[in-house]
């Protein structure tokens, strides 16, 4: 890979992570629409756009074949319950004034995926990673003994995102091939969802010029972090590319707190602190066991 490359990897990661950071701002400006609704069209933008660049690209064929395998089949109906329930989630988070949790669950991610590899793939854990979760364990736990209760949607988020990436790894789908299959085998239940709504199709039908735009371009904006972050995988070591992910919870916490004023009491503040100290302990350890396997590597 070339210093080029690895410059362009790094670019479109940013790109990516960094409109995964600022989206909120674009559903909160849907606030008047139901999250249910929101989804519906995110859904129903995201397989026409999907469709037109699968057959745009030439992978129309590749796409077919996916569908035709059980086994890639079923992962794909199973991806798309768990990318369907986090965006519903996320959505809602933003919309009910809840985006400060949603994003102390992206900063968990991480920690999730590596649970899940421990779980589930047999993986082993670094004596970095237990403490990491140690700190994240000790921040949930501070928030419910600190009368915050269960934090169910950042939990949620991040298991699900989490659940997901695994999900998709095994059925070994590209990204816009994967993001194509997924939504349209989640646009009937969309369709039929606005098809039934009163009236028809919602506000697209009868909402505000600006609302109808906004609700028709939440395909693209779906579409164009994803396709940035699977051109920035293919560039860059996923240690570099699992560092630059913190920018996106990061930035939904800024926009939370600064923009829409959501409270952070110090208790909350606490929380974070802890579970961001497990996070960056998590990367630190990531990003050494990669340096150490570089230098090992070139010695040999």
């Known amino acids: 890979m ?4 690895t410059k362009l990897g790094l670019a479109l990661a940013v790109l990516a992570y960094g409109a995964w950071g600022v989206i909120p701002i674009y559903w909160k400006l849907l606030g008047g629409v139901a999250p249910g609704e929101i989804l519906a069209h995110r859904v129903a933008g995201s397989v026409t756009l999907g469709i037109l660049l699968v057959c745009a690209t030439g992978r129309a064929k590749s796409t077919l074949a996916i569908l035709r395998a059980p086994a890639s089949r079923r992962a794909m109906f199973a991806s798309t319950a768990l990318i369907a329930m986090n965006w519903g989630m996320f959505i809602w988070a933003v919309t009910t004034s809840h985006l400060t949790q949603a994003s ?3 900063f968990m991610n991480p920690l999730c995926n590596a649970l899940l590899g421990r779980v589930v793939l047999g993986e082993t854990l ?9 700190f994240a364990g000790a921040g949930v736990l501070w928030l419910i003994l600190s009368g915050d209760g269960f934090p169910w949607l950042a939990l949620a988020l991040a298991g699900s995102f989490s659940l997901y990436g695994l999900v998709r790894k095994r059925a070994e789908a590209g990204a816009l091939e994967g993001f194509t299959i997924e939504t349209a085998i989640a646009a ?6 606005l098809a039934t709504r009163e009236p028809a199709f919602g506000t697209i039908a009868t909402g505000a010029t600006r609302t109808r735009l906004l609700l028709l371009g939440s395909g693209m904006v779906t579409a164009v972090p994803l396709i940035a972050f699977a051109a920035a995988a293919k560039r860059l070591r996923y240690t570099t590319l699992g560092m630059v992910q913190f920018l996106a919870p990061s930035l939904q916490l800024f926009c939370a707190v600064v923009l829409f004023g959501e409270p952070f009491p110090t208790r909350l503040a606490l929380a974070f602190a802890l579970i961001g100290l497990g996070a960056l302990v998590y990367a630190v350890d990531a990003l050494n066991r990669s340096m150490h396997r570089t230098r090992k590597h070139g010695s040999e």
């Open 2 to 5: 070339t210093a080029r490359e």
């Open 104 to 106: 102390l669950g992206y």
């Open 126 to 134: 670094t004596r970095a990673q237990v403490i990491s979760f140690g």
């Open 188 to 193: 009937p239940i969309a369709l039929v969802f």
